[in-house]
């Protein structure tokens, strides 16, 4: 069975660079037709999908944050890894690596406990 690990600071301040990793066991990230995705919960509203790096490397980002966004993948250590420049107190949010297989639909497969990340100075 997958699993899915996030980790990170738990606080970051304003106008710096929010990074995360996301450890995966039990899969490797290069298997075909897996897509791994950041999602993340500010508190109060919904999930917001902020991007995906897929089992060749391609990369899908959130319009509304790809300038700020960067997702890239270690696959020696089977890690996918996000970064958020430029960040404000609305990037507050717990943030969620998730994993999803493309095949004739799109399915859900597998996300991590998500972790708490804080914007504040």
């Known amino acids: 069975q997958v699993q899915l690990q996030e980790s990170g600071p738990g606080l970051v301040k304003p106008s710096q660079t929010l990074s995360l990793i996301c450890t995966v066991s039990?899969?490797?990230?290069?298997?075909?037709?897996?897509?791994w995705n950041w999602i993340r919960q500010p508190p109060g509203k919904g999930l917001e999908w902020i991007g995906n790096?897929?089992?060749?490397?391609?990369?899908n980002y959130n319009p509304s944050l790809k300038s700020r966004t960067s997702i890239s993948r270690d696959t020696s250590n089977n890690q996918v890894s996000l970064q958020l420049s430029s960040v404000t107190p609305e990037d507050t949010a717990v943030y969620y690596c998730a994993s999803l297989i493309a095949l004739t639909t799109n399915q859900w497969a597998s996300w991590g406990q998500g972790t708490q990340v804080t914007v504040s100075s």
């Open positions: 039990g899969g490797s990230i290069a298997t075909n037709y897996y897509y």
């Open positions: 790096i897929g089992y060749s490397g391609t990369t």
